[in-house]
């Protein structure tokens, strides 16, 4: 065990009662920044042994739910983990009682250096089961790992996410889809905003 456990900074950081608010003289200095995504990557990849796709690929969930949030308070055109876009939301996904929008996320061509990568051979892939509202009772089921899909030789990455939060910084995406599906938003507890 390390001798400096417990740590009676973070214990006195933790129990002030200034919630972290220190002048420059009084205290530590606390900053929420984005995470160091590629130090994390280059860590678990050492010291864990994983593969970097796999490390970034658990990472996405997360990285997304930061993007969202971010898009919603300052609306710039800003890139998921510095390469993807925000292309469309697939459909409404229902896992545990709770619904979610299953968001597409397409490479953006000037982070892929203008490379296209397309599949060959047969693009019928069983779209149905893509399309389906499921409840999963396998309680192993990877709900947070991102899928891919396959649509006119083109790779996007699918996720999960909060409906509130991708309406937050997509509201015209989620009302058109909405609108499209003929789903009436008042029953998902969304307002329409115009």
């Not at 599949?119 to 709900?143: A, F, R, V």
């Not at 030789?153 to 699918?158: K, T, V």
């Given at each position: 065990?390390?001798?400096?456990?417990?740590?009676?900074?973070?214990?006195?950081?933790?129990?002030?009662?200034?919630?972290?608010?220190?002048?420059?003289?009084?205290?530590?200095?606390?900053?929420?920044?984005?995470?160091?995504?590629?130090?994390?990557?280059?860590?678990?990849a050492y010291h864990q042994r994983w593969e970097p796709s796999y490390i970034r690929q658990r990472m996405l969930p997360m990285l997304s739910t930061i993007f969202f949030r971010e898009k919603a308070l300052n609306p710039t055109n800003t890139l998921l983990y510095g390469q993807y876009n925000f292309d469309s939301i697939q459909r409404v996904k229902v896992r545990f009682g709770h619904q979610f929008l299953v968001v597409k996320?397409?490479?953006?061509?000037?982070?892929?250096?203008?490379?296209?990568?397309?599949?060959?051979?047969?693009?019928?892939?069983?779209?149905?089961?893509?399309?389906?509202?499921?409840?999963?009772?396998?309680?192993?089921?990877?709900?947070?790992?991102?899928?891919?899909?396959v649509e006119d030789?083109?790779?996007?990455?699918?996720t999960d996410e909060n409906m509130e939060l991708v309406r937050a910084a997509f509201p015209e995406e989620v009302n058109r889809y909405l609108l499209e599906k003929g789903m009436f938003p008042e029953l998902l507890g969304i307002e329409l905003k115009e």
């Open positions: 065990m390390d001798q400096n456990f417990p740590n009676n900074e973070i214990i006195e950081l933790y129990s002030s009662n200034n919630h972290g608010h220190f002048t420059e003289n009084d205290g530590p200095h606390i900053l929420w920044e984005s995470p160091k995504t590629e130090m994390l990557v280059d860590f678990l996320w397409k490479k953006d061509v000037h982070a892929m250096a203008s490379v296209t990568y397309t599949i060959p051979g047969d693009s019928d892939i069983d779209q149905k089961k893509l399309t389906e509202d499921d409840e999963s009772i396998d309680l192993l089921d990877e709900c947070n790992a991102p899928q891919i899909h030789g083109c790779w996007f990455l699918l």
